[in-house]
Every structure is written in structure tokens, then in C-alpha cells.
């Protein structure tokens, strides 16, 4: 195995090659750095060399050029700030402006009010003249009418003359009343039509002032505009003058670098500055360090014994080969299995984890607490009896699969816990309550009517003792599982295992007798296999998939259920609907999906319905 330790040996020495690599590469640009300001302090020194007098030269064109860039940077500068002046003065003209015009308008606007509220008075004034006319009119028709009813008495009152005489005399009052109302309404027709005049005559001057406004403002808004565009003008050249200033600076590195590298190798300081010349030594004995020690690993590297090495190589290549093909194998395997007993035919998902986030259990929680326990509690069925875990705190999901059997029901609980349900199995050992049978070397522990057994690192499995016995056997292979592949387990695995709560049934009219009554016989009957997932926020959303015979049959189907929603999603006895909006149907093949938003009157209905909390059926109003 010797060839292993010189194979661990080279990759040790290669580790610290790179190591030394990249720390002379940062000393060499510190390094850098240091002669750069070295030349740039000892510009002064540098003249009396006549090696780096070609550097000189270039440095002062290069000085040049930024005092020319310099002066045009302070020329935009000062055009920026003049325009910053003019534009502040043009927004003090324009409010000045504005304002003067605003005074001129108050008065006008109040006259205007004044003959809009007169006006206003003059109308209701005619439409009161009016309402009198009609009532003397209708007065004399009610007059009229008395008097032909007095006359076709038979035999007429004893007292006919006098009704007569009265009616008479009330009929000669209503023309001069009349004539009256009539004066009284051409006055007011008058009047009206004097406030209208006023009234238009200050709109007219109102309109003339809010043109003015309007024009004043446009012009000013112009010319704010053309400084604007100056300005921003002026702001790209600035940007571009200054990006100039820094490239120039840029440009002459490279001939202070000659300068500060000539000066260190002549032990020159600047008197101002003789630190910089330090700096430079101390760096270029740390890079001249990493060379060595750069050198000293490549010759312990050229001792070492190549055929060691070669095999070395060999080894770890065959390893990645052979890890290239067991990887895949392994990712290729199976998905999780959920260690069901093969006979199942339906399957309820209580994500427990998502109905604590969800909105409509956090109102029921608030609002009907009680209601709300007996619900989740029925939800969760064998699983509320698990010791030491919390369902709301400590399990993500519970998973109860159900089969009929002779016409019962036999249910099969698995818990899905967030972490290692060590805790819960330590619990149980020390408690006498417990028996603990064990089956082909798995424990089985048992409690009165109440049986629990591990059957994965999160997972364990609870409920009554045959039930949790099986799936037992089930887990070690005793017994056939549930195919991961298969027409029930896809459909199931297809719902989203986000949803708060997932239901699907290979025969669906037996779903009747696993929980209260949910669908429509009609839509059980027309389906093969059906599925249901439940997202409880608001609006709580809904997605129903339906397997039908055949593809026609899933078209006729979906167009049945477009055509007469209210026929087909409907609670079973009851007149509550499954949806707000008529759902959206799409078809697949043989498979149907329906997604629809659930009224939350109908979702709390079904959540009881399916936690078997519900009264007795009755109809009840949508």
C-alpha cells in the first residue's frame, strides 16, 4: 500500500504548490502596487537618471493631457450648475406665475358658484309653480268627478244642492288660483332664465382663466424641458471627460512602475516619503520567499518514485469509474414506497404541515374552536392516538389507506414525523402499558385496542392490531405492497403533495362507505378511478381527476359537467355546490381534471363530511 502514502504525498505537495502559487501572485501584485506609488513619490529624483528619462518625457504629455481634460471637467461642471440655476429660476417664475393667476381665479370661481347655487334655487322654484298647476288641475278632475257621482245617485241626497253649491263654489276659486300659479311661474321662468345667463357668462370667463393656467404652464414646462435635455447633456459629458481623466491616470502606471522599480534597485527614497522604498524591500523579499519555497516543493516532487505514482493514479481512476456506474443504478431505483397493503382502494393525505399554514383552518380554529378539534381529529383518525408526538407541532403528513372488506372497512395509518422517531420508540420501551411483539425481528407494540410499530426512520405505522400487523409484514416483504407504479399509486403520487389534503379511489361508489356521502352518485358512476386535493386558502382551490372508460367518454363526460355543473358538483344531499365559477375541464386521454375554487361554506361541509363530523344529512340552502 506504500504507493497510496506517495500518491497522498503528491497531492499534499501539489496542495501546497498552488498555496505558495497564489500567494506570489498576490505578493507580486502588492508588490506592483508598492513600486507604482514608489515612482510616483520619486518623480523628482528620477530626473537626474537619463535610464528612465523616456518615462519622464511620457509622464509629463500624460500630465498635460489631464490638465487639458482637468479644465474641461471644470467647464461642464460650471455649464451644469448655471443650468441648475436657470431651471430653479424658471420652476420660482412659473409658481410666481401660476399663483397670480390662481388669485385672479378665486373671485370668478366664487361668482361662478354663486349663479350656479341661484340658478339651482330658480329651478326648484318653477318645479315647485309646476307641482301647484298640476295639483289645481288634478283638484279640478277630483271636483268634476264628485259632481258626476252626486248626480248619478239614485235617488239623490237629501242634502244634493247644498254638495252642489260647495262644489260649485270651489270650482270658481281654482281659475283665479290658477292664473295666480301661472303669474307665479312666468316669473320664475324669468328668473331662471336671467340665472342661466349669469351662469354661462362666469363659466365663460372660468374657461378664459383656465386657459391661461394651461398656456402658462406649457411654456414653462418647455423650458424646463430644454434644460433638462442641456443638463443631461452636459451630464454625459462630464461622465465621459471623466472616465478620459481616469484612463490618462491609468496610463501612466506603467512608467512610474520603471521609476519605482529603478529607484528601489538604487536604495532612493523620497525625502517626503522614505516608508514607500521600505515597502517595496519588504515585498520583494516575500515574493523572492514563495520562489523558493516554490522551488523547494517541485524538488521534493521530482524525488518521488513515478511507478508509485502511476499506480496511484490508476487506483483512483478505476474508483470514479466504478462510481460512474453505480450512481446511476442508484438513482434509477424505485421512489419511495409508502409501505401499503395491495388490496387498497383508497388513500386520504393529511398534509399537517400545510393545514397549520392554510387560512380556512386558522379562522375555524378562531372562530369554532370545538368544531375544529372534533374536525382535524377526524381528519386524522388512529394517528390523534400516537404517544409523545404532536400531529400540529411534530408530523408533516399522515396517510390513512382504506379497503372493504365483506363490508367492512378496514383502515391502515401511517404517520410521516418531521425527524427520527427514535424518541417515540424510547418512550414506549419504558412504558409497562406496552407489550412488544415482535414479527421476523420488527416490534410491534401494543396497548388495549391500540397498536404501534416503526416502519421507517420518520414513519411509523398506528391504528388496531391486525391493521398495523400488516402493514408490518407488508414493510418486510411478507405480504405484496402497493405497486410504486400502478394505476392508483401514479394518480395518487400526480396530486400535488403540497396540497393540504389529498383523497383518491380506485372504486369510487365504495367511497360511500368509507366516509359521509361527498359526490354525486352519478359522477361516481360515471368514473373508474377519482381523485381529489384540497388547497385551504382563500379562495380554497380544488383539482378533481376523473378516469373514465374511455378518451370519448371523458369528452362526453366533460361536456356534460360544463353544460350542467350544478347537476354533476354538488354535495350528496345537499344543495350546496362545489364551485363559485363554472370549472375548468380538461382532457387527457381516459383522465379528466376539473380545477374550480370551492365556496367556504361547501369546504368546511366537506372536510366534516370526510372527517365524519357532520349531523345527519339535510338540505340546506346555498
Given at each position: 500500500m506504500s504507493f497510496i502514502r506517495t500518491g497522498l504525498r503528491e497531492i499534499g505537495l501539489k496542495i501546497r504548490r498552488q498555496k505558495?502559487?497564489?500567494?506570489?501572485?498576490?505578493?507580486?501584485?502588492?508588490?506592483?502596487?508598492?513600486?507604482?506609488?514608489?515612482?510616483?513619490?520619486?518623480c523628482s529624483q528620477a530626473v537626474n537618471f537619463p535610464e528612465v528619462r523616456n518615462e519622464?518625457?511620457?509622464?509629463?504629455?500624460?500630465?498635460?493631457?489631464?490638465?487639458?481634460?482637468?479644465?474641461?471637467?471644470?467647464?461642464?461642471?460650471?455649464?451644469?450648475?448655471?443650468?441648475?440655476?436657470?431651471?430653479?429660476?424658471?420652476?420660482?417664475?412659473?409658481?410666481?406665475?401660476?399663483?397670480?393667476?390662481?388669485?385672479?381665479?378665486?373671485?370668478?370661481?366664487?361668482?361662478?358658484?354663486?349663479a350656479k347655487a341661484a340658478g339651482d334655487l330658480c329651478d326648484r322654484e318653477l318645479s315647485g309653480v309646476e307641482r301647484r298647476l298640476q295639483d289645481n288641475d288634478a283638484a279640478e278632475q277630483e271636483l268634476l268627478k264628485k259632481l258626476a257621482e252626486l248626480q248619478a245617485q239614485v235617488p239623490p241626497p237629501a242634502d244634493l244642492e247644498t254638495q252642489v253649491a260647495a262644489i260649485s263654489a270651489r270650482r270658481v276659486r281654482l281659475p283665479e288660483e290658477r292664473a295666480e300659479v301661472t303669474r307665479a311661474r312666468l316669473g320664475s321662468a324669468e328668473a331662471c332664465r336671467t340665472?342661466?345667463?349669469?351662469?354661462?357668462?362666469?363659466?365663460?370667463?372660468?374657461?378664459?382663466?383656465?386657459?391661461?393656467?394651461?398656456?402658462?404652464?406649457?411654456?414653462?414646462?418647455?423650458?424646463?424641458?430644454?434644460?433638462?435635455?442641456?443638463?443631461?447633456?452636459?451630464?454625459?459629458?462630464?461622465?465621459?471627460?471623466?472616465?478620459?481623466?481616469?484612463?490618462?491616470?491609468?496610463?501612466?502606471?506603467?512608467?512610474?512602475?520603471?521609476?519605482?522599480?529603478?529607484?528601489?534597485?538604487?536604495?532612493?527614497?523620497?525625502?517626503?516619503?522614505?516608508?514607500?522604498?521600505?515597502?517595496?524591500?519588504?515585498?520583494?523579499?516575500?515574493?523572492?520567499r514563495h520562489l523558493q519555497h516554490s522551488a523547494d516543493l517541485a524538488v521534493l516532487s521530482s524525488q518521488i518514485d513515478k511507478q508509485e505514482l502511476r499506480k496511484f493514479y490508476f487506483s483512483v481512476v478505476s474508483l470514479l469509474v466504478l462510481l460512474a456506474i453505480i450512481l446511476p443504478l442508484v438513482f434509477q431505483s424505485p421512489q419511495k414506497r409508502e409501505w401499503l397493503p395491495q388490496e387498497t382502494e383508497a388513500i386520504l393525505s393529511v398534509n399537517t404541515e400545510q393545514i397549520e399554514r392554510d387560512d380556512l383552518p386558522k379562522r375555524w380554529r378562531k372562530d369554532q374552536s370545538a368544531e375544529w378539534q372534533n374536525v382535524w381529529a377526524g381528519l386524522n383518525g388512529s394517528a390523534e392516538r400516537t404517544p409523545v408526538l404532536n400531529l400540529s407541532r411534530d408530523v408533516v403528513r399522515v396517510t390513512r389507506a382504506m379497503t372493504t372488506d365483506a363490508g367492512t372497512t378496514r383502515e391502515f395509518v401511517l404517520v410521516e414525523s418531521r425527524g427520527d422517531v427514535s424518541q417515540v420508540i424510547r418512550s414506549i420501551e419504558k412504558d409497562k402499558a406496552f407489550e412488544r411483539r415482535p414479527i421476523s425481528g420488527?416490534?410491534?407494540?401494543?396497548?388495549?385496542?391500540?397498536?404501534?410499530?416503526?416502519?421507517?426512520?420518520?414513519t411509523l405505522a398506528v391504528g388496531s392490531a391486525p391493521e398495523v400487523e400488516e402493514l408490518v409484514r407488508v414493510r418486510l416483504g411478507i405480504k405484496p405492497d402497493l405497486k410504486t407504479t400502478g394505476q392508483l399509486f401514479d394518480r395518487f403520487q400526480a396530486l400535488n403533495q403540497g396540497n393540504a389534503l389529498r383523497l383518491i379511489s380506485q372504486d369510487p361508489p365504495k367511497l360511500a362507505q368509507m366516509f359521509h356521502p361527498i359526490f354525486t352518485p352519478e359522477l361516481l358512476d360515471a368514473s373508474q378511478l377519482l381523485g381529489l386535493s384540497l388547497t385551504l386558502q382563500n379562495p380554497v382551490k380544488a383539482r378533481l381527476v376523473l378516469r373514465c372508460k374511455s378518451p370519448r367518454g371523458a369528452v362526453e363526460l366533460g361536456r356534460l359537467i360544463k353544460n350542467e355543473p350544478q347537476r354533476w358538483l354538488r354535495v350528496q344531499d345537499s344543495d350546496l355546490l362545489l364551485y363559485t365559477q363554472t370549472p375548468e375541464a380538461d382532457s387527457q386521454g381516459t383522465d379528466l381534471q376539473l380545477r374550480f375554487d370551492v365556496p367556504e361554506r361547501t369546504a368546511r361541509l366537506l372536510l366534516r363530511r370526510i372527517a365524519k363530523t357532520d349531523a345527519p344529512p339535510t338540505v340546506a340552502g346555498n
Open positions: 505558495t502559487r497564489m500567494a506570489l501572485r498576490h505578493e507580486k501584485r502588492v508588490l506592483q502596487k508598492s513600486e507604482i506609488n514608489l515612482g510616483r513619490e520619486g519622464i518625457v511620457a509622464l509629463k504629455k500624460l500630465e498635460q493631457e489631464q490638465k487639458e481634460v482637468a479644465l474641461r471637467i471644470a467647464q461642464i461642471e460650471e455649464s451644469i450648475r448655471k443650468i441648475e440655476l436657470q431651471r430653479a429660476q424658471n420652476a420660482k417664475e412659473q409658481n410666481e406665475a401660476l399663483a397670480k393667476l390662481e388669485e385672479e381665479k378665486k373671485p370668478i370661481l366664487e361668482r361662478r358658484n354663486d340665472a342661466r345667463e349669469n351662469l354661462a357668462r362666469h363659466e365663460a370667463e372660468l374657461a378664459v382663466v383656465d386657459k391661461n393656467i394651461a398656456r402658462i404652464r406649457d411654456e414653462f414646462e418647455a423650458r424646463d424641458r430644454v434644460l433638462n435635455e442641456n443638463s443631461r447633456a452636459q451630464q454625459d459629458a462630464l461622465k465621459d471627460a471623466r472616465g478620459l481623466h481616469a484612463t490618462v491616470e491609468e496610463k501612466k502606471n506603467p512608467a512610474y512602475l520603471n521609476i519605482g522599480r529603478h529607484l528601489a534597485s538604487r536604495g532612493i527614497a523620497p525625502p517626503n516619503a522614505p516608508h514607500l522604498l521600505r515597502e517595496v524591500q519588504k515585498r520583494r523579499a516575500a515574493a523572492d420488527l416490534p410491534v407494540w401494543l396497548h388495549r385496542d391500540f397498536a404501534l410499530a416503526r416502519v421507517g426512520p420518520k
